[in-house]
């Protein structure tokens, strides 16, 4: 047998009210909430900035190529690990379970650009010792080319760079597949 529910009327609404008022409560000024993510430190990425401009020549680092690189699409999950990783860690890394401790937006930069101030946050997040670390690299097609030049060349450097345990596509909220979760090498490894 089902119970019908009582369905409040203007008078039960207009008491609630009245109750919450004088219990103090008070009406929320936002209806965002707050992850709890550090935000972008904006004098380190200021200064980033600076250096990867700074720094025109195209033989500037020798980490990352700039060669061609394999296209993927822009909806296409990206994932890379080392072969001795464990799977549980692996695990929690696409499922977001990982707190990711910088970010690195590149949207607006040129590939040269992108590829010095890439180098430049991962030196720098190392340098710090931290684990985890999100790029958000965007999806957008190049002016140019038939493939989100971007992500495509993100995905082919980050598997060279000797620091990068893991990589794998951002859950939703943190940028789905236009950005990565890049899970980094302890200083004692």
């Keep these: 047998m089902?119970?019908?529910r009582h369905l409040p009327d203007d008078e039960d609404i207009n008491a609630f009210r009245d109750a919450l008022k004088a219990a103090g409560v008070r009406r929320i000024a936002t209806n965002q909430a707050d992850p709890g993510k550090p935000k972008i430190d904006g004098k380190a990425h200021e200064a980033r900035r600076h250096a990867a401009v700074e720094s025109n020549t195209p033989q500037s680092s020798g980490r990352?190529?700039?060669g061609r690189?394999?296209?993927v699409r822009p909806s296409e999950y990206l994932e890379f690990c080392v072969p001795d990783l464990p799977w549980r860690t692996f695990s929690q890394l696409k499922r977001g379970q990982t707190a990711w401790q910088a970010g690195l937006d590149m949207h607006g930069y040129t590939l040269e650009e992108a590829r010095a101030e890439l180098e430049s946050f991962l030196r720098d997040a190392a340098s710090q010792g931290l684990r985890c670390v999100l790029v958000v690299h965007g999806?957008?097609?190049?002016?140019?080319?038939d493939?989100?030049?971007l992500k495509s060349h993100t995905n082919a450097w980050l598997r060279e760079w000797p620091g990068v345990l893991a990589f794998c596509s951002a859950i939703d909220i943190d940028g789905g597949t236009g950005a990565v979760y890049i899970l980094l090498r302890k200083r004692s490894q």
């Design 147 to 149: 493939f989100p030049v």
């Design 64 to 66: 990352t190529s700039d």
């Design 2 to 4: 089902t119970r019908r």
């Design 139 to 145: 999806k957008a097609w190049g002016t140019t080319s």
């Design 69 to 71: 690189v394999e296209a």
